[in-house]
């Protein structure tokens, strides 16, 4: 509450500061006409006119689809971790001392973590659509209808770089939703949201498209988002947003916020980006995503002026490898991608969506400016390799006998925490683990003297060690690692 004062305080002068200026105004206004130097302006009232917009009313799409939007949450109980201020860890953790000198954290509790999400219904036997990061990390998956049944669901799939999921509950003869066409959207649209923020069912929520193809920076580099100001609140993440005709466009997925509240910029995932990835899961299918083998880059002033550009516009080829499918075509370093397959490309976050949804083969006219001439190449799009899909191909492993979840590192994660193997520590529940201190995002590199290197070896170890002795344990926080002591229970 003491951080919002500020802003309160600033409204009220600000509205102090206008009625002076008014009274000045005024009083200069009343002195000049007694003194017969300026004339008052006679004001013209007009009679209303037709109405320019007419002002939506929403009542029949939550009447028609409002109990197919559903509540998604998870039935474990979580070690929650603390905030700031305090040592992370238990004193009678091997942490407590390590981490002594550290701030910036509290204990971790036991208590219910409210992993919360919502989704709907698209098929009466029971699929359901969500946002891939509202399950991710779920263990027991319960979903809530709007007459408060709860089921137990299952994970179909998951596209992380998509981030959507579709889910399966045991039931029959649901109300669902009707999907419409994200490219039929134009800025300014009336847009509706149906929702769980916070828990509360069936919250609904308006606002306008904002921006279309909207790219996000370091994320997420897959999806052009739709961005509205439709207000959105955790748990509003996995929810439908509604065109006009009561038809589903979006994914709720995220907000732009300081402070985990809704500030006006709120992005959805196109219902046509999601349910490319929706029909691959149906179809017990891998999601292959459009590949050129390039390295591209943002076009500033300074290089458009080096490239003789006559605008900083486009994405530029900072890379070719070779033998893929910009090679064959003939695109070279230091080309500037300004169309694909007819659709400009104004900055290098466009480019991505776009190639990532061309199914692989598919022959694309990509417009280029080469040393500021333009020219045309064809090219056959090739399939992204497996190891640029190392985000959809990620494991888990649930291992109870230690009361985590575990997952792979990738590259990328190994360089930050500066290891060569281990597992990454997703979740944590009340057991042998907790009662050590393990919390969420340290990893595990050994356990009883022997290396970590994927959650499936993990578990396999674990079930093979004895229950009630002291096991060691190598785990790694940061930049430091540190040996601990745990005892494991019987299977």
């Keep these: 509450m003491t951080a919002n004062k500020p802003k309160f305080r600033t409204l009220s002068l600000g509205i102090a500061s206008a009625l002076v200026v008014l009274a000045v105004g005024a009083v200069g206004i009343s002195f000049a006409a007694n003194e017969g130097d300026l004339p008052i302006p006679k004001p013209v009232l007009n009679p209303p006119g037709p109405k320019m917009v007419q002002m939506p009313d929403f009542s029949p799409i939550v009447e028609k689809y409002g109990n197919a939007i559903v509540k998604i949450d998870d039935s474990d109980t979580k070690i929650v971790g603390g905030g700031q201020g305090q040592n992370p860890f238990p004193k009678n953790s091997p942490f407590y001392q390590f981490f002594q000198n550290f701030p910036n954290a509290q204990p971790p509790q036991k208590e219910k973590e409210e992993a919360l999400g919502s989704g709907f219904i698209i098929s009466s036997n029971g699929y359901i659509v969500t946002a891939g990061h509202v399950v991710r990390g779920m263990h027991h998956i319960i979903v809530t209808l709007t007459n408060h049944r709860a089921y137990p669901a299952k994970v179909v799939g998951l596209s992380v770089r998509y981030d959507t999921a579709l889910l399966k509950i045991d039931a029959h003869n649901l109300p669902t939703v009707q999907l419409g066409n994200a490219k039929d959207l134009k800025v300014g649209q009336w847009l509706l949201a149906i929702g769980m923020p916070f828990g509360f069912y069936n919250t609904v929520t308006q606002g306008v498209v904002s921006a279309l193809d909207r790219s996000l920076p370091h994320d997420d580099e897959y999806i052009p988002f739709i961005q509205s100001d439709v207000p959105i609140n955790p748990g509003n993440s996995g929810g439908p947003i509604f065109n006009m005709s009561g038809q589903v466009v979006g994914i709720n997925d995220q907000i732009y916020t300081n402070d985990g509240g809704y500030m006006g910029l709120s992005f959805s995932i196109p219902i046509n980006t999601a349910m490319r990835a929706v029909d691959a899961f149906l179809a017990h299918k891998k999601l292959r995503f459009g590949w050129l083998g390039v390295d591209v880059q943002e076009v500033t002033p300074a290089m458009a002026e080096a490239l003789h550009l006559k605008e900083p516009v486009g994405a530029l080829v900072a890379n070719v490898e070779p033998g893929e499918a910009a090679a064959k075509s003939g695109l070279k370093t230091g080309d500037v991608i300004v169309t694909y397959n007819h659709q400009p490309v104004y900055s290098v976050g466009q480019l991505p969506p776009m190639v990532g949804d061309t199914p692989p083969g598919t022959v694309v006219?990509?417009?280029?400016?080469?040393?500021?001439?333009?020219?045309?190449?064809?090219?056959?799009?090739?399939?992204?390799?497996?190891?640029?899909?190392?985000?959809?191909?990620?494991?888990?492993?649930?291992?109870?006998?230690?009361?985590?979840?575990?997952?792979?590192?990738?590259?990328?994660?190994?360089?930050?925490?500066?290891?060569?193997?281990?597992?990454?520590?997703?979740?944590?529940?009340?057991?042998?683990?907790?009662?050590?201190?393990?919390?969420?995002?340290?990893?595990?590199?050994?356990?009883?003297?022997?290396?970590?290197?994927?959650?499936?070896?993990?578990?396999?170890?674990?079930?093979?060690?004895?229950?009630?002795?002291?096991?060691?344990?190598?785990?790694?926080?940061?930049?430091?690692?540190?040996?601990?002591?745990?005892?494991?229970?019987?299977?």
Excluded: C, W
Aim: charged share 25%.
């Design 365 to 491: 006219p990509v417009g280029i400016l080469r040393d500021g001439k333009p020219e045309t190449l064809h090219v056959t799009v090739g399939v992204m390799p497996e190891k640029m899909r190392h985000a959809e191909m990620r494991k888990t492993a649930d291992i109870r006998r230690l009361g985590l979840r575990v997952s792979s590192l990738d590259s990328a994660e190994k360089k930050a925490l500066g290891i060569h193997h281990g597992v990454f520590i997703e979740s944590v529940y009340p057991g042998p683990a907790a009662e050590i201190g393990l919390r969420e995002g340290m990893a595990i590199q050994e356990i009883a003297q022997q290396r970590v290197d994927s959650p499936e070896q993990l578990e396999r170890i674990v079930k093979g060690l004895p229950a009630n002795q002291p096991i060691s344990m190598l785990v790694r926080q940061g930049k430091n690692s540190l040996f601990v002591v745990i005892h494991l229970p019987k299977h």
